[in-house]
């Protein structure tokens, strides 16, 4: 068992050499659309290029990106998780109820992470165990969650009645005064899964599940289990991108997140995440945020009509994954 | 057309001026920032319209940015217009609870903000017509025509949409105000209609099919209203004896409704234009730290049959307000319920 | 791990005979949900509401059809809500311009069959994964119907015959039900008697297989995205000669209502199995719970969880199923 196992971490490690390579050069193209953004919209308004707004942009990024970490790695294990924009609405109801009954933070924090929890085992018993598709199982969640949401708020916000002063400083102060704290999480926790991604047998777990889950069964992985967990960090993280987000708004608002889900499988396909598995990286992900949080900005700052940004947004998407599929086929 | 429409505005304007503006000499904002909740609809696209034309006016340039009902979106183009260092923010919530930390730091970074259409706890100064009182006066309205014209019988369909309390409380004073007229007045069928035609029109054919008694169909926009009446025309049934109250006259759907089709009699109009001026004026004040009322309230209307023409130019592709009528209206000095009734 | 889910054979079998037939469940279902409704609100079974379902159906069914056809191929369209809205919009601004509604119907088909054929060449020649692809085009419909026309564009020319394609009847039979019914069977006939049908579902269930022993597994894919695109065009005239104008918000959700029927109906998302008979039975369960609710007066959040959780069974009882038949 230990020697059929460290094969397979062997080839499983092999894998992702290759597809890291292949990665790489893709960063490096996402890196270089960043610059040529920056540029571009520096030319085009002068309020572009500060302090300032630029650190306003990776605060806004950042609970997409956050989200985005733990949709990516479904979507690495060869699954997907829609229902991540319901979950934020849902999650500040315990958080903003709790902090209002107790006047405690970390109970909120926990009552919401208790609640992301039994969403992301729901989502991963289903998807891996049961074996229902995952779009599926993940869309049924996303209305089950958001009409609850509607059903127990009466379609109203509650507001935040504790006035912690810890639970504003979460979501819209700065750290030193520059870094907005949400982007300041947004980097530990994406440094931290890279880490996991990359070095440890997790992360090559997820990539072989994901490549080919009948070669990784027989290579001895537990596939149902690698996925089941990935859905578990999907919903942890759309859980704190929403607690982040009841804090900006100061409140649990009903309307949260609509549409979210959207934002997040555009930044993690944008940043090279294959659908069909076994492929992309956190930081490729993350370079993906940062694209459309710029040009959500940027674009902003012209005088256009928002629906461009809809428009000019769906044409990206397409092109960048066309590229992308080009690539590979070249390479493989 | 853009041309008379312009002459039109600049004598609206020049008359209010005349009668709103103090003598003495207020500094004028030269950018002001508009997040909108919603741009695609032809509401905001005519509080746009208002601003737009009153700001160039004064000498000042409005700058929109969409929130696309999206709270996140919200917070994050107001954060940028105050990076952008612009000099009044004017803000339409998505939801008004979501936007109170917004208001907090734009406190501390010293920008002065008015709230469009619903109230914020911390707020300085809201610009908003009286949602309540607007579907209370249409309801009378209504109350009055079902006597002359339904035998005093008035069971009511509300084409409603329960997600957002100003819309919950025009279909409250619809209510009461119909009742003053006809005590046994009675909604037959709550709906929630969405605000969208096609959602309307789905969920009115299913309660037209329970209910054959329906005879007032009341929509709290006129998409509403609209895909309300279409599921009574796809049911077959004749607009005799039919009444339908569309409430906002947002754009140019009801003027083609109250000209084409019978039942459609009553509008509770809200100038949408005026809304946007009435904000521009208060952002000035705001600027200058003059003392503002919490509520500026921004005048509407019940508009019965052609009454609509009183108000509006429309040569068939776009509609141009009359600003001395709608200046002329006398808004109530504060509202009879607000959303904070509804809690 | 297997284990833990399977139940143990004696009872699996049992469920297997119950649920033998995934259709036999559905028609069991919709006699349960139309009795139950009926005893609380017997007007449930007046002729305005039957007409009223009726309508609402053929609606979701005519794009249900070609939706059907796309899953079986192995592939999908989330554009369909958003080109509904843009259809209505379009062909009311030709019959507008035109004065002509037969020239204002075929420009709506036609854009739809565009909008259709455009997804088909992303997915087809540019490999890119279909759900991302139609979530993109989904994006642009929705920003540029706002960019072509920011109002709801009225009939101006106030041509009845328009209004009459979705509210006008022949004999006591709404037109739009005639129309969806024609879709239906046209449908049912190519997918299950024709050797179009049979390449349909080869190349859903293996497309290598099937490019191997010589189809054209692009051509087929395409067919499915254009006539999935063109079925819309059909239903986006209904909508729009519904409301009688072109409406840029409609079609919010469209989508989801017509994937949630297909798969209900048992096709499955990965390609290569479904029918119509349970595209149709799927249609009518969802719509009739979406019109009980409204007749029994109770709260509307439940339109949103009541198919989220029906949805979810039905796939669960389908798995359950297929584990019985493999034993």
Known sequence: MPQSSSIAARSGSQVTDTFATLGRRQEIALVLSIFALIAFFSFTSDYFFTVRNLTN?????????????????????????????????????????????????????????????????????????VGINSLIVTLGMLFILRGGVYLYTGKTAIPDDAYLESFFVIGNERFLGVVPYPALIALILLLGFMYVMSHRPFGRKVYAVGGNAEVARLAGFPVKRVKFTCFIISSVMATISGILLASRLGSAVHLAGIGFEFQVVAAVVLGGVSLSGGVGSLLGMALGVLILAFMSNGLGMLDLPTEWQLVITGIIIIIAVAFDEMKRRRAG | MQKILFAMLAAGTALVAVSAVPASAQDTPKRIGYVVNYATHEWYQNVIKGMKDHAAEIGATVEVKDANLDVAKQVSAAEDFIAQGVDVLILTPVNEEGVVPLLRRAKAAGMPVVLEGNPVKGMTTMVAICDYDTGYD???????????????????????????????????????????????????????????????????????????????????????????????????????????????????????????????RIEAAMFPEKNGYTAIDAAVKVFNNEEVPPHIVSPTAPMIGDEWSKYYDYDGTTRSIKWDAVNALVPPAKCTKTAADLK | ??????????????????????????????????????????????SANIIAILRQVAMVLIVACGMTMLLITAEVDLSVGASLAFVGVVAMDVINVTDSVFLGA?????????????????????????????????????????????????????????????AGYVGPVPIPVIVAAVIFIASYVVLRHTTLGRYLFAVGANEKTARLSGLRTTWLKLFAFVLTGALVGVAGLILGSLMNAGQPTAGRGFELTVIAAVILGGTSLSGGRGTLIGTLLGVFVLKVIDDGIIVLQWNQDLQMIVPGVVLIAAIYLDILRRRADAR
């Not at chain 2, 279909?171 to 006809?182: A, L, P, R, V």
């Not at chain 2, 049911?235 to 109250?245: E, P, W, Y």
């Not at chain 3, 890119?128 to 085009?137: E, K, Y």
């Open chain 3, 106 to 166: 075929l420009a709506g088909i036609a854009f739809g069959a565009l909008v259709g054929l455009v997804n088909g060449l992303i997915v087809t020649r540019l490999k890119v994964n279909s759900l991302i692809a139609t979530i993109g085009t989904m994006m642009i419909l929705q920003g540029g119907v706002f960019l072509y026309s920011r109002e709801a564009i009225q009939n101006h020319h106030h041509l009845p015959s328009f209004v009459d394609i979705g």
């Open chain 3, 1 to 46: 791990m297997v284990s833990e889910v399977s139940a143990p054979p004696k009872s699996a079998s049992l469920v297997g005979a119950l649920v033998g037939n995934n259709q036999i469940v559905l028609v069991a279902a919709l006699v349960v949900i139309c009795v139950g409704i009926s005893l609380a609100v017997p007007q449930f079974y007046s």
């Open chain 1, 57 to 129: 942009v990776l605060g806004q990024g950042s609970l997409v990106m956050i989200a985005g970490i733990g949709v990516a790695i479904v979507f690495m294990s060869g699954e997907v998780d829609i229902s991540v924009g319901s979950l934020q609405a849902a999650v500040a109801i315990p958080l903003i109820e709790v902090m209002n009954a107790t006047g405690n933070l970390w109970l909120g924090l926990a009552a919401a992470l208790l609640l992301g929890l039994i969403v992301g085992v729901i989502n991963g018993y289903l998807s891996a165990y």
């Open chain 2, 138 to 264: 249409a309801g009378v309205a209504a109350g009055k025509y079902a006597k002359e014209n339904l035998g005093g019988v008035a069971k009511v369909m509300n084409v409603g949409l329960p997600l957002l309390s100003a819309t919950v409380l025009r279909s409250q004073g619809f209510m009461d105000g119909i009742q003053t007229e006809i005590p046994d007045a009675v909604m037959v069928h709550d709906l929630d209609g969405g605000g969208n035609p096609d959602r309307a029109l789905e969920v009115s054919t299913a309660a037209l099919a329970q209910n054959d008694d329906i005879n007032i169909i009341y929509g709290i926009n006129d998409s509403s209203s609209l895909g309300g009446l279409q599921a009574w025309k796809a049911a077959g049934k004749s607009q005799d004896g039919l009444l339908v109250v569309g409430t906002g006259g947002e754009g140019l759907a009801f003027i083609n409704a109250m000209e084409n089709e019978p039942s459609y």
